[in-house]
């Protein structure tokens, strides 16, 4: 079926989002008042440029950087990866070493692997034991689940005081702080680059994403490489999706948005389903007692798309309902309720034991969340085959696992 069909039939069969982007199929804010096809220009007179804006586009970002005053703001059009990987680059020109805290997003690791840095995977609770002069420290918070790093402006804080540099990967963030009853933005952490994902959380389209930062020289530096890594065509509707995201920010309202939260939870309760609240109130991880990858099957059988399933559970990103949304929420406490089993589905099976023992030579990465199962360099054990084996069995894509396949197999005809 071509993609468009495919499109089509999900719309027909009025699938119900759980997952990002943050409009949810339309149903939250206006985003097609605003993304219309005859608006997609090019950089014709009066559109300015984005590599080097100067009028409308300018004018975006200092409406952008009002979210924080004293950070600096751009409108992306090539998600936070590109935020990412460009000011690793810009960073590579000050800094001598990258400390990567926790688990981290994929485009850190291909950021830092692109540059040849050294870098050094570090626990949160190591940080102190760290020198960061002369060093990048690279935080991901909220992680894909929601949770966040408690007390991180002491930790940027800290690296500030230590001559060191700190991005916060806060691609899962854009909404936070949006009213006083959500946890705070990481623009208030003071970290020298911050990084959303508006198309995730907020109504925007995707790859929306807004870099900040707080230092001119590094702004720049940055600019001189998303003007090398970003399309020279940017989409003006995704930039004008930027700008209705951020209105939809400045002006939001959450009263609905905790009653329906309230009201859901209970409903899943009644339903057997526990819904386990994270530090952000827009994520929930559900359970079942028939475990969460045949909860997130029936779940889809009956037309409910979730955001990413794991051993932890089914994780929902919440719409952010208002007065007026579209979103089917009567419909979806009805399909709550009459939810009935899934059928087992085949997992597409790739028989991986070549591999145990071998350097993987890729990185192994489940996608979502995208976060590196096992990193190349690194060894591939039988711990790592049996997960990637439940993975499977259990529907979750995994990338690289046939780079390294083809590798080794290779390697055996020499
Ligand atoms: C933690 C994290 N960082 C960065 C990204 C990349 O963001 P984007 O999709 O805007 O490129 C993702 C995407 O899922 C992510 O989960």
């Known amino acids: 079926m071509s993609l468009i069909n495919k499109l089509q039939v999900l719309h027909n069969k009025n699938a119900i989002s759980m997952h990002v982007p943050g409009h949810k199929n339309n149903t939250i804010g ?7 096809a005859n608006h997609d220009l090019t950089e014709i007179p009066g559109l300015d440029d984005l590599h080097e804006p100067v009028e409308v586009l300018n004018e975006l970002n200092s409406m952008l950087a009002e979210k924080s005053p004293g950070y600096t703001a751009q409108a992306m059009v090539n998600g936070t990866t590109n935020g990412i990987i460009c000011s690793i680059y810009a960073v590579s020109e000050m800094v001598g070493h990258y400390y990567i805290i926790g688990d981290a997003h994929k485009s850190v690791y291909h950021g830092v692997s692109l540059v040849n840095a050294d870098y050094t995977v570090i626990d949160l609770n190591e940080i102190y034991d760290i020198n960061p002069e002369n060093s990048c420290v690279i935080f991901t918070s909220p992680d894909y689940t929601g949770s966040l790093i408690k007390g991180i402006s002491e930790y940027v804080d800290y690296v500030r005081r230590n001559k060191g540099i700190s991005i916060i990967d806060a691609a899962h963030g854009a909404h ?10 990481l623009l208030s952490s003071g970290a020298d680059v911050v990084i959303e994902s508006y198309h995730k959380m907020l109504p925007a389209l995707t790859m929306a994403s807004v870099l900040f930062t707080k230092e001119d020289n590094l702004h720049q530096r940055i600019m001189h490489y998303i003007n090398q890594f970003e399309t020279s065509s940017p989409s003006y509707l995704v930039l004008a999706s930027i ?8 002006s939001y309202d959450d009263r609905l948005f905790f009653e329906k939260r309230a009201e859901l939870i209970q409903h899943l309760k009644k339903s057997g389903i526990d ?3 994270q530090d952000d109130p827009a994520k929930l991880i559900l359970n079942a007692p ?5 909860l997130e099957r029936s779940l889809r059988k009956s037309g409910i798309y979730s955001e990413m399933v794991t051993d932890e ?14 979103y089917p929420f009567t419909e979806l406490l009805e399909r709550i309720e009459n939810l009935t089993a899934a059928d087992e589905e085949e997992g597409t099976f790739i ?10 030579v890729e990185n192994i990465v489940p996608y979502p969340p995208g976060v590196p199962l096992v990193l190349k360099g690194n060894m591939i054990t039988r711990d790592v085959i049996k997960r990637i084996k439940h993975c499977q069995v259990n529907h979750v894509k995994i990338e690289g696992i046939q780079y390294n396949i083809h590798y080794y197999m290779n390697e055996a005809e020499k």
């Open 30 to 36: 206006k985003l097609s008042d605003v993304v219309k």
């Open 176 to 185: 936070l702080s949006v009213t006083e009853n959500f946890k705070e933005s």
């Open 243 to 250: 700008e209705y995201a951020q209105q939809f920010y400045n």
């Open 275 to 277: 819904a386990a609240e």
């Open 290 to 294: 028939d475990g969460a990858f045949n």
């Open 313 to 326: 559970g089914v994780l929902w990103c919440l719409p952010l309902w208002h007065e007026g949304d579209s």
């Open 351 to 360: 028989n991986t034991d070549i591999l145990e023992g071998r350097i993987c």
